[in-house]
């Protein structure tokens, strides 16, 4: 008994890794989606700057000459 429920498990997830190697290759022949930014047609708004400011508390570091 608990080897005939071993091997149903075997063939589900067989079954499964089939049915998602068929999803990803159908993700891989469908072409790259546009973005909303391209589609609304302003390029400025596709460039992103992130700016962060970073404090150190505590002795400058030592300088070795």
Avoid: F, H, M
């Avoid at 047609?41 to 404090?55: K, L, M, N, Q, S």
Wanted: aromatic fraction near 6%.
């Amino acid at each position: 008994e608990d080897v005939l429920r071993l091997v149903d498990l075997s063939e589900e997830l067989k079954r499964d890794r089939r049915e998602r190697i068929r999803e990803i290759e159908w993700e891989q022949r469908q072409p790259a989606p546009k973005t909303r930014l391209a589609i609304q047609g302003r390029p400025w708004d596709e460039e992103r700057i992130v700016e962060r400011e970073i404090i150190y508390d505590g002795p400058p570091p030592r300088r070795y000459r």
